[in-house]
């Protein structure tokens, strides 16, 4: 069983390696430690170099040998076989991953939808980025369900009870219909 979890300040744990992610320099600071099991009984401490981000939510998931972390503004993808870590910048802040489980699908299409304050990112197994949706909302994007065609989901446009509905295909993350929102 994985478990993949973020750490409080002061939790003790045993780990087989540490990777520093975000950083320029090894002395950064660090914001958050995430421990990830790796699938093939290495469990390694992710920590996750402080910035001057926002950090509104925080997520972790792994599929396949890959991890996903979700922190302030940016969505980081780690190679649990090779330590590589690809960054992707988020508009706004991080805030929240889904993957087929969540939506009530396979994950034919895509591994993992990772959305922002205003956008929604699929990956597919090996962490390589399909495509990015982006004015979904102006303060959250929330996938809710996936068809064989369509993500729907809903984007904060009028905080803070301002949600508007969003219609995306599959495959492209192409829009097909979004609320009024994106109008104003």
Excluded at 103 to 109: I, Q, R, W
Aim: charge should be negative.
């Amino acid at each position: 069983m994985r478990m993949n979890f973020f750490l409080e300040e002061n939790d003790q744990i045993t780990v087989d390696r540490c990777l520093l992610i975000g950083a320029d320099t090894e002395a950064a600071r660090v914001a958050a430690r995430v421990c990830v099991d790796s699938g093939w009984g290495e469990r390694i401490l992710i920590n996750i170099a402080a910035t001057t981000e926002c950090v509104c939510f925080k997520a972790v998931r792994t599929a396949g040998s890959k991890a996903f972390i979700g922190y302030g503004s940016r969505l980081f993808i780690v190679d649990m076989a090779t330590h590589e870590v690809v960054i992707h910048q988020m508009d706004g802040y991080f805030c929240d991953l889904f993957d087929g489980d969540d939506l009530d699908t396979t994950a034919d299409d895509f591994c993992i939808l990772a959305s922002s304050s205003s956008e929604l990112f699929a990956f597919d197994l090996d962490g390589i980025l399909l495509w990015k949706a982006e004015e979904l909302g102006i303060d959250g994007v929330i996938a809710d369900s996936a068809t064989a065609t369509q993500i729907r989901g809903s984007g904060e446009w009028d905080p803070p009870d301002g949600w508007e509905p969003f219609i995306v295909d599959r495959r492209s993350g192409e829009r097909i219909s979004v609320g009024s929102g994106s109008q104003r």
